[in-house]
């Protein structure tokens, strides 16, 4: 059987790296410029949606080809458990616990709402307009959803999970990238103008935040102690430990999908006969376990910061996927989206008002969910900038339970959906 040739420009995928990786860099470049051009475009267009757009432009335009590239196959299968390992061995249980048992019941108030807030969606919808979250085999927009509920539970690294785990189709994906970073982004305006009136608001709730002030002198104290310029052996372990971590994934996943598939083939319709799904599973227990041991000192030299570049690659490898003249194709879609993240934000301020939690809860336990570890900070810093390491704690957190989170959602999206 003859294979068919791309029809893009370029098709070595040494060239397509380098152009992927030059996209990044470039972003990264100009947005911490401080340039008054690049500061005031970089106000209105997030970073991270140019990191998933450029190449995307680049596969639209016939530049480049997604389709035939193995970069994505390569970077889900290794660099995405890496990140994964890396990302979640720099939790500290400790911290989020001095933070209070509000923090924590802020921040699992967003996950539940991301969860609920999904397949609630679905139905609201589909009362009016069916069609809208309907779908036949494999665009059914359920399946699609599955990695909105990835990304605004840990972020980058689950939405790819759900992506593989779910087989959501390419068609139907661009437009679910564009619903996740648009009302991500929305959501986030509004959390920063909540931050600006942190006071007032917490006035009205009767609220306590002098707890947070307490883990801001922790988190300060703990940087000045521990962080140290990393040295060439620190690297070397932290990819040892990335990639040996993954290798051992990769072996449970080998033997799990399989005897699955052939002892318990029920099980199917919930994804268990697939290796990836296995794969991210034990990539993020395994990165959980090390969180008890040594292996977490590797934060002081920067685990997350190897974690997070793995995660950039990744989030290009997608964007070369997407073909941007699809997104028109699905506008119900945002509609979809807003009332999805309504839902999770009236369970958060509903909750907040209850247990009179401080705006920084609501604001970073909602973040750390929806934005992940690339916008927690952000939200965090806008009320102060030494807790900016606050929202990384959560959002690390975030991280291990998207894996789980966001697979249940799924789930329940599933059975939300209309029979087409």
């Known amino acids: 059987m003859a294979v068919e040739e791309s029809s893009a420009l370029i098709t070595s995928d040494g060239v397509t790296l380098g152009i992927l990786a030059i996209s990044l860099g470039f972003v990264f470049y100009t947005s911490h410029s401080n340039h008054n051009f690049w500061r005031n475009f970089y106000k209105y267009v997030p970073a991270l949606l140019l990191c998933y757009f450029i190449p995307a432009i680049f596969n639209s335009a016939g530049i480049i080809s997604g389709s035939d590239s193995q970069i994505y196959y390569v970077a889900s299968r290794f660099l995405l458990p890496a990140s994964l390992i890396l990302l979640t061995l720099s939790i500290d249980l400790g911290k989020i616990k001095k933070l209070g048992n509000k923090a924590v019941i802020m921040f699992l108030t967003g996950t539940i709402g991301i969860v609920i807030g999904g397949p609630i969606a679905i139905l609201l919808v589909s009362l009016v307009s069916p069609e809208t979250v309907g779908g036949a085999e494999p665009n059914e927009v359920w399946r699609g959803m599955t990695t909105i509920a990835g990304s605004w539970i840990g972020g980058g690294a689950n939405q790819a999970a759900m992506y593989e785990t779910f087989n959501v189709s390419d068609d139907i ?110 990539a993020t227990t395994i990165g959980l376990a090390l969180s008890f041991s040594p292996a977490r000192k590797l934060e002081a030299v920067g685990a997350s910061k190897v974690g997070s570049v793995f995660i950039y690659i990744l989030v290009a490898s997608i964007g070369m996927k997407m073909d941007i003249k699809a997104v028109a194709d699905h506008p119900g879609l945002f509609i979809v989206g807003l009332i999805w993240i309504s839902i999770h934000a ?35 810093s806008a009320f102060h900038p030494a807790l900016a390491p606050v929202g990384v704690l959560l959002a690390v957190l975030g991280y291990a339970l998207g894996t789980y989170a966001a697979y249940l959602c799924g789930l329940l999206m599933q059975m939300a959906a209309p029979i087409s």
């Open 173 to 282: 994906f661009p437009a679910m990238i564009a619903v996740d970073i648009i009302v991500a982004n929305i959501w986030m305006a509004v959390l920063l103008v909540m931050a600006s009136k942190a006071k007032e608001l917490d006035a009205k709730r009767g609220a306590d935040a002098s707890s947070i002030e307490e883990v801001r002198k922790q988190v300060e104290k703990f940087h000045m102690e521990h962080a140290r310029m990393p040295m060439l052996n620190d690297f070397m372990i932290i990819l040892a430990v990335g990639f040996g971590a993954t290798g051992v994934a990769h072996l449970f996943a080998d033997f799990l999908a399989p005897l699955i598939s052939q002892s318990f083939p029920e099980l199917k319709k919930f994804s268990l006969d697939s290796k990836f799904f296995w794969l991210i599973v034990v």
């Open 346 to 380: 009236f369970l958060l301020l509903g909750v907040a008002k209850i247990i009179k939690a401080p705006t920084f809860f609501i604001a970073v336990g909602s973040q750390a969910n929806v934005g992940g570890a690339a916008s927690a900070p952000v939200v965090a």
